[in-house]
């Protein structure tokens, strides 16, 4: 688990790294800006909660689940993890979620976080990963097709989301030879 510098497309550097315990707060105002947008995550707000976030950081332990964050400056500017499968059929599954600050899209963070967790999930055995996105999220699933995830299925008007059904998208890639 090293940290790396990236050059993104439009010569933006950023530092992607495991996410550390003191990224608690750092963290919750980076997936709060994407929550706020309403269109690309599950869930509209995480609540502010120090404790609760250095809590839900500490079960990330590098070997069943990890996370990466970038860094610019001294803000996160995007995220990326993956929680493996906790029952014995699973075990071989690793889900993963991504989440990038607007003025962050486009420049080839989303490509540096999939090979990163891709090459994290296949060092340590996993077989599959999968992902569930919003069928309006288009540059999104350009990005995972793009590594050669497929559809797996569809939950018709699962999501509402501005007044507005949505379906969501179950995609899985293999990983084993």
């Known amino acids: 688990m090293r940290a790396e510098e990236v050059r993104l497309r439009d010569g933006r550097t950023v ?12 963290l919750l105002e980076n ?20 404790d609760r976030e250095r809590e839900w950081l500490s079960g990330f332990d590098g070997e069943r689940s990890a996370l990466f964050v970038a860094i610019h400056g001294e803000a996160i500017v995007g995220q990326v993890d993956c929680r493996g499968g906790e029952w014995p059929k699973l075990r071989h599954v690793g889900l993963v979620g991504i989440a990038i600050r607007d003025g962050w899209r486009e420049a080839g ?10 090459e994290w999930m296949r060092a340590r ?25 497929e559809i797996e299925g569809v939950q018709k008007r699962q999501m509402l989301i501005r007044g507005e059904y949505v379906d969501e998208i179950r995609m899985g890639l293999w990983l084993a030879n």
Not at 15 to 26: F, K, L
Not at 133 to 148: D, H, I, P, Q
């Open 15 to 26: 530092t992607i790294r495991p996410a550390e315990i003191d990224d608690a707060a750092a």
């Open 125 to 149: 055995g996993f077989k599959k990963a999968d992902l569930s996105v919003f069928a309006t999220n288009e540059r999104a699933r350009r990005l995972y097709k793009s590594f050669g995830f």
């Open 31 to 50: 997936i709060n800006l994407v929550c706020a947008e309403e269109i690309f995550l599950m869930m509209d707000q995480v609540p502010y909660d120090l």
């Open 109 to 118: 963070l989303g490509t540096a976080f999939m090979s990163r967790i891709l």
